[in-house]
């Protein structure tokens, strides 16, 4: 690759706006930034477009979404992967973390199908060069199930790991506390009342069974690995005291305000999810992020399950005068690449990897139109 420059763009830096030029090497890394407004010849004309740099997210279940379409369909899983990583690339997130379920609740049972193929795959697709963007893996550890240490222990041996979280979707506690919503919900997938009881009482019972054993066995396993370790769908102070008096530094999706002020007073990190920004609200009742937002609890935004809503989530807080844009996009870039232990990409900076996108403002909505990974078009 010979060496590129983009000129006229909109630069969102860490720290302000530049309207100016920014040049690649031959290895697709930043080697000038310059503030110029005109186009140069020879030069991707950005027509005073923005340019960003590549989005990062450290958690999305849209691979578990492309492997079933529907309740009753499952997709062959290198289809789905590749898909996964097409849309990916096309939302401009350069990086993903697929955050893959280890074990199962009692809910979905496929899901550790899904795992077993997805660390295949991955390896597979990244050695043939196929895909597009750059994948790691989070392992999202479900503690009230039997056999999650196997399904960590054969995770862990096969793929790139760069993030785990302890989660417990039991009904009755967290993200699921509200007994009532959880029933409405799984209404829809055609259990009955006799069953969805039935299932409470196991699940409930199988918490009670594994989960403190899985904890601390994570716990124990994890230290001095250096990886970071998250909780997941903190809703009270205490369990985030727990969590950070045991070395846990992330609070992933906490579901009230009061898990992540005591986050934030702990100096935890915070990932929110960014379609309850796009959204208006949780789509579980939770807390809303954009409150979050405004009250300075929040680091990372993640896409959780909508790739495209990570770009739309930075614009929509700069809209709403929550947070100026440089701040907005590190939330989606920088913050996250070093949650993951990226050193080397997430912003525009000099020696960073060129990871690019070109925005264009259309109707108050931030309209993607090119994505670069290390000066490559990969959309």
Known sequence: MKTLTFSNF???????????????????????????PHPRPGSEDGQGDWLLPGLVDVHTDNLERQ????????????????????????????????????????????????????????TFLDEQGLLRSDHVLHLRCELPTPNMQQLFETAMAQAPVHMISIMDHTP????????????EGRRGDGYSEAELDQMIVEAQQRREMHSEINRHYLLEKLHGMGLQIASHDDRTAEEVRRNAAEGIRIAEFPVTLEAAQEARKLGMATVAGAPNVVRGGSHSGNVAVRDLVAAGL???????????????????????????????????SLAPAR??????????????????LRVRDFDNHPLLRAVWKAGERIA
């Not at 949650?339 to 690019?356: P, V, Y």
Request: hydrophobic share 45%; aromatic share 4%; glycine share 8%.
């Open 10 to 36: 909109r630069m969102v830096l860490e720290d302000r706006i530049v309207h100016g030029a920014l040049t690649l090497d031959e290895n697709g890394k930043i080697i000038a930034l310059e503030q110029d």
């Open 67 to 122: 492997v079933q379409p529907r309740s009753n369909v499952r997709w062959p899983s290198r289809s789905a992967f590749l898909a996964h990583d097409s849309q990916c690339a096309a939302a401009g997130i350069t990086t993903v973390a697929d955050a893959l379920c280890v074990g199962d609740a009692g809910f979905e049972s496929q899901r550790i199908q899904t795992l077993r193929d997805a660390v295949v795959d991955l």
């Open 172 to 183: 009755g506690v967290g993200q699921h506390a509200n007994l009532d919503k959880f029933r």
């Open 298 to 332: 929040v680091d990372v935004l993640a896409s959780d399950y909508v790739p495209h809503a990570m770009l739309e989530a930075a614009f929509a807080l700069t809209r709403m005068s929550l947070i100026k844009l440089p701040e907005a996009v590190q939330m989606v």
């Open 339 to 356: 949650m993951l232990g990226l050193e080397d990409r997430g912003a525009l900076q000099i020696g960073m990897r060129g990871d690019l």
